[in-house]
């Protein structure tokens, strides 16, 4: 997707680093929030997959490094969840002037209770999401074992978390405790939807249950399964990201079709835009405004995720087809009610090839079968076997194609 990096101010002035996920054509049709775990960062891979599933459907996130974390300014040590809280609704803030208020707040762990307590600040929030969310932000304790009572005594500690080192000032401890959260889930008044795994080893399900519990309706839950509390696997966090994006639909009353935007924008052009990662095959794609996936099969280093390249070139070939048959058809007046194409491809040794100077050289074959419905006569149908080899795609196919490839400036 069309990811820019950005920066805005937090109520202290100091700046925080932000990436904002938008669709290819940068014409969303909400903007969404992402909240971030307890010392991790907009770049873990949880949140790229997330905002990017909602962003191939069209909502817009921005993933943000709260203060002193990843590549925002200011000292981690001075944080509490209270300013946490507050980092939130300065984005919110942010986005209102600079794009469009948020309508999804989405929280991952400590991000997701604090996503909850924003929410009441943040007036345009319509609905919230938690993905292995603490009951009580009280539930970091936890996290730091025997390291509270040195930081209760001397008023800070260096505490190792996921193997880092932070420094844990009893200011934190105290603001913890202070949160009322059953408080916070009274006062909301927006949509919420509950996501936990029943696998989760550093936060229990039964935070999920306190929090559906307490919350009022609308409220949903979804089980993930056997995820880990980081969503370590990509299909994890793409199905997550894929199930708050069709749950939210309900909620964000989004409009039929993108709105202007209130801001000038470099506006991608209308190419399509296909885009791989470093993991697997994986190709997010977008055409006219229409987001798809590519992939490959397993056995070939995939995931099968979608449709390969090649069965793409087929599916083109094979809707050409159709609409071409149609088109002939009704000028015609012929009783075609529908056309049924099936295509496969395969690559044939082309001993017959005067231009093939590699002995290995192959040729590609595709094969097509078409299924003719309607009450027509055998001179209709013989004439719509011609009429499919005129196609354009079936031309371009079979005239060959020049391409150019040029680099793009780095």
Known sequence: MN?????????????????LELPEDEQPLAYALFAHCFTCSKDLSAAVYIARALSSRRIAVLRFDFTGLGESEGEFAATTFSSEVSDLVAAARFLEQEYEAPRLLIGHSLGGTAALAAAVEIPSAMAVVTIAAPYSPAHVRDLLGVSVDRIAQSGQAAVSIAGREFTIRKSLLDDLEAQRPEETLRRLKAALLVMHSPNDQVVGIDNAADIYRTATHPKSFISLDSADHLLSDSRDSRYTGGIIAAWAVRYLALPESPAPSRVPVEVIDNRVTARTGAEGFRTDLFANGF???????????????????????????GACTGMTLQVYARSKGWPLEEVVVRLSHHKDHAKDCRDCDETDRRMDTFERELELR????????????????RCPVHRTLAAGVRIETTLRPA
């Open 3 to 19: 990811t820019k990096r950005i920066s805005f101010p937090n109520s202290r002035g100091e700046r925080l680093a932000a990436r």
């Open 291 to 317: 987001p798809l996936v590519a992939d490959e099969p397993v056995e070939d280093g995939g995931g099968s995720e979608g449709p390969s390249p090649y069965e793409y070139l087929l599916a083109a070939l």
């Open 374 to 389: 309607g009450a027509l006569n055998e001179v209709q149908r013989q004439r719509l076997l011609e009429v499919a080899g």
